[in-house]
């Protein structure tokens, strides 16, 4: 999932189009269905009816009607079942995956009045990573860094409001009110300070963080990651900023009030862009380098009808108007940013102006990556994670 207007809209398309390909099918089914009758004039009528065998034509019109049935049931069938035709092209995990360690799960009471999940992983008191997840997402993206961590580091994940197991803010979706919400798990969190871990949307609410508490970084938040994410609205760091620029006011925004006013029909179309493929196709060319497993694909296409289009339309209507290019300066504490390559999403020329303006930060590039560099090339984010993590006082 994206925090980009264009590949949500895109989704729904997708599903659209599958939706239309099963009813074209379902219309075919139907008028062959129908017995085919033939006009006879009276003088036409034989005078007398004996049974005869078959003409020869009938056992071809008979193949021909049975061939005529077996396009519309493949139609079905790619609508329903496409995902599985594109297992075969994805490799399963190359080696052997460490266990998720257990977690311990907990609400915590957000600003914004959303009821946030939050798990518990390792000591329970301590430094700790505190992991944000991108938009669309739930903490179950980070389970494949998860498991390349230590296992003895502590680690804090949760969802955003809204989705996963968080309920929804009282209030308008803002990215100050997100914001809060962060403060509101890490103040929940003892005996140490954190790290800010955030991806995509999470690294653009650590900068709002550090705008609404500046006095708690370099006390109870240590360091920031970055991590494939920008410093203001999405449209102006994505492939071909310029159109999405024109489009922003006269297309995506109405076209996203639509989506956030009839989401239970586009998370219909959520779910048929998931089971025909589609959505496993979009996520292939639009956020992953061409080294995902099977699993990270098929896991993270899931969202398209996990999430609630309605979420997902009003935050990102929230990004739209922010910007955090003021912040950059004014955060004091280390800083990582860690780039993928390949990232057509969040370009890597956003990292290079996070480098640029923020005082102390470093900079991590991973080469192959796009956007969902944390799940796909996994280990790389996570050795450079702890590594960083060790130079700002958690041990590795």
Not at 51 to 65: I, M
Not at 332 to 340: R, Y
């Amino acid at each position: 999932m994206s925090a980009h207007p264009a590949q949500l809209l895109a989704l729904y398309l997708l599903g659209l189009a599958a939706s239309a390909v099963g009813l074209v099918a379902l219309y075919l089914l139907w008028r062959l269905s129908k017995p085919r009758r033939m006009k006879l004039h009276e003088d036409d009528r034989p005078a007398v009816v004996q049974a005869s065998p078959a003409p020869p034509e009938v056992p071809v019109r008979r193949k021909r009607h049975a061939l005529a049935l077996l396009v519309p049931l493949l139609m079905l069938l790619w609508v329903f079942l496409g995902k599985f035709l594109l297992m075969p092209f994805y490799p399963g995990a190359t080696a052997p995956r460490a266990e998720l360690p257990a977690g311990r799960s907990a609400t915590v009471q957000g600003t914004s009045g959303a009821q946030l999940a939050v798990t518990n992983y390792g000591p329970a008191e301590g430094p700790t990573l505190l992991l944000t997840h991108g938009w669309g997402a739930d903490q179950h993206e980070w389970t494949w860094l998860m498991r390349a961590l230590p296992q003895s580091t502590r680690v804090v994940t949760w969802d955003l409001p809204g989705l996963g197991r968080s309920s929804r803010p009282r209030g308008e979706y803002t990215m100050a009110a997100m914001a809060s919400d962060l403060d509101s798990v890490v103040s929940s969190v003892k005996g140490g300070p954190v790290i800010l871990v955030g991806h995509s949307v999470g690294g653009m609410l650590n900068l709002e963080y550090a705008r609404l508490h500046p006095e708690k970084l370099g006390r109870q938040v240590s360091g920031v990651v970055q991590a494939n994410t920008t410093y203001t609205n999405p449209i102006e760091t994505k492939k071909n900023a310029d159109r999405s620029r024109k489009l922003q006011d006269p297309v995506f925004k109405p076209l996203l009030h639509v989506v956030a006013s009839a989401s239970p029909v586009f998370r219909a179309m959520g779910w048929l862009a998931y089971q025909s493929g589609l959505a496993h196709l979009q996520l292939a060319r639009q956020s992953f380098a061409g080294g995902q497993t099977w699993d990270q694909l098929d896991e993270m296409a899931r969202y398209a009808y996990r999430s609630s289009p309605r979420v997902l339309a009003e935050g990102v209507l929230a990004m739209m108007k922010w910007d955090g290019t003021d912040v950059l300066r004014q955060i004091k504490v280390p800083t990582l940013i860690i780039s993928g390559e390949q990232d057509v999403t969040t370009l890597p020329a956003a990292s290079d102006r996070m480098e640029k303006d923020i005082p102390s930060a470093q900079r991590v590039r991973v080469d192959p990556a796009a956007h969902m560099g944390p799940v796909e090339q996994d280990r790389r984010y996570a050795e450079a994670v702890v590594a960083f993590a060790g130079s700002v006082g958690i041990a590795k």
